[in-house]
């Protein structure tokens, strides 16, 4: 991002700078989004389209694309758009939702089967700078996508663009939004998604619990191109990364996972150390290990003792997120399976901990964590 910023030239950059807009230089120029962010605040207004325009009408859509010095002559000279910035029938009103600081912008999609929001729109929205900013998009859809009698289902897509099957702390936001959107007393949803029925319980507490179904631990099911080494589960399994040998779980909850607690002997003694771990140098090295055909989400994990855990994750398509709902069952599961935690325990991630249960009457995981509205507003589609 700091090198994308570095290549706007300087007269650009302050010409967007005075109109507030703002654009990418080498894409077409987006219509800001009109939003109110109260910070602290469950109670936002969001502005209308008709505000949003006068906001930003000044700034050409076309003035944008064309050079820098054609934008800063037509400010100077009050030049106002000949495109409208916003049409009403392009506006999609979002809910910018958090759960322990992994954040998305939500969408009411269940008037319809149809995405609202395009794949690269949703890339552009999620960014921190030139978008409204966002770990990925969340589509709350009709029922009917893996059963009939499913409440709702849900659809997201990564900051990158790209879909994966589920996400943990974002069904937990679409809980508390179709809950609020109800009316509902607390109650318990089936969601489906990629990964199959979810059902998340919004509690009196204002938590959400969900029953994340089976883990999958067969390796070609994650998928990845590990032989079992333990009860049908890639476990400890080694894997050259960075010209060093780390032991790795593979786990999918829907989507996959590569939980280690560490390189082959440091993981037994001590593990990792993750207030000084290189999250960053080594998260890109093990998403796009060739042992994950399909990439992977990585969690670095510290035991703690054998109810709580650290874990610092590297998400596929996302990059670092201080939270990963999916990630953190994955934890859990990979923890027991190594022997190293029992069941029932606490994962602590940047963002706050989630509590997690790998149940063993019927091999369910369930987890159980905050999830918050943190302002609502409109957004254009293109
Ligand atoms: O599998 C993937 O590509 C993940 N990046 C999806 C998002 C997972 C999430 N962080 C979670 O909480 O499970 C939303």
């Known amino acids: 991002m700091a090198a994308f910023q570095d290549m706007i030239k300087p007269t650009y950059r302050a010409a ?6 703002s654009a990418r230089p080498n894409r077409a120029a987006h219509p800001p989004h009109a939003l109110t962010h109260i910070p602290g605040s469950r109670h936002t207004t969001a502005i209308d389209m008709s505000s949003a325009s006068a906001l930003f009408a000044p700034t050409s859509v076309r003035g944008l694309r064309g050079s820098p010095d054609r934008v800063v002559a037509r400010r100077r ?5 000949s ?3 916003t049409a009403a029938a392009d506006a999609v009103k979002f809910y ?8 998305f912008v939500l969408v009411d999609n269940r008037d319809s089967s149809e995405i609202k929001l395009s794949s690269e729109r949703c890339a552009q929205l999620c960014d921190r700078n030139f978008g409204i900013g966002a770990d990925g998009v969340i589509f709350a859809m009709p029922p009917g996508f893996v059963q009939a009698d499913e409440d709702y289902s849900m659809r997201m897509y990564n900051s990158d663009g790209t879909e994966p099957e589920m996400c943990g702390n974002g069904i937990r936001c679409l809980a508390n939004f179709v809950a609020k959107m109800d009316g509902a007393e607390p109650k318990a949803y089936k969601v489906g998604t990629l990964a199959g029925l979810i059902q998340p319980e919004v509690r009196a507490d204002g938590q959400v619990s969900v029953d994340m179904g089976e883990p999958v631990l067969d390796p070609p099911k994650v998928p990845c191109t590990f032989d079992a080494t333990q009860d049908g589960a890639a476990v400890r399994a080694k894997m050259e990364v960075d010209g060093e040998t780390w032991l790795v779980t593979a786990v999918s909850m829907g989507n996959p996972h590569c939980v280690t607690f560490g390189k082959e002997g440091q993981c037994d003694e001590g593990g990792i150390k993750l207030d000084e771990f290189a999250l960053s140098h080594y998260g890109p090295m ?6 994950f055909p399909a990439k992977t989400n990585t969690e670095f994990t510290e035991v703690v003792n ?5 874990m610092h994750v590297w998400e596929r398509g996302a990059g670092a997120t201080l ?6 069952c994955a934890t859990v599961v990979a923890a027991v399976l190594e022997g190293r935690t029992e069941r029932k325990c ?4 940047p963002g706050g901990p989630l509590e997690i249960e790998w149940r063993e009457s019927d091999n369910r995981v369930i987890m159980t964590g905050p999830a918050e509205l943190v302002f609502d507003g409109t957004c254009t589609t293109a």
């Open 16 to 21: 967007l700078t005075s109109t507030g807009a």
């Open 77 to 81: 000279a009050g030049a106002r758009s």
């Open 83 to 85: 495109v409208a910035v």
């Open 96 to 103: 910018k939702y958090q759960g322990l600081g992994n954040d």
């Open 286 to 291: 093990f998403e796009k290990h060739p042992t």
């Open 306 to 310: 054998r109810n709580y855990v650290k």
């Open 323 to 328: 939270a990963c709902g999916t990630g953190a």
């Open 346 to 349: 606490t994962v602590e991630l």
